[in-house]
């Protein structure tokens, strides 16, 4: 069982561990990066001890912009002779 539910929007973005983090009891951080939420976990760990967090995003967001639909080009204008 988790130690808590998290909304993403409750987190930090930590740059320099690349990760999405929120303040572990234990003094440490649990930490969860974009490729696993790309991956759809939504378990954050903390590498201090063995607690976990359920974190609640929209797994969507996290998508590759290659799964969105590509927009047509747009016509080009022709000169004519």
Request: glycine share 2%; charged share 25%.
């Amino acid at each position: 069982m988790s130690y808590d539910d998290v909304e993403i929007e409750d987190m930090e973005w930590n740059q320099e561990l690349q990760a999405f983090t929120y303040p572990c009891p234990c003094g440490d951080l649990f930490q969860i990066t974009k490729e696993d939420l790309r991956l759809g976990e939504e378990i954050a760990r903390c590498p201090s001890c063995s607690l976990y967090l359920t974190v609640i995003y929209n797994m969507e967001d996290f998508q590759e912009n290659s799964n969105k639909k590509a927009e047509p080009p747009k016509p080009q204008p022709v000169a004519v002779a």
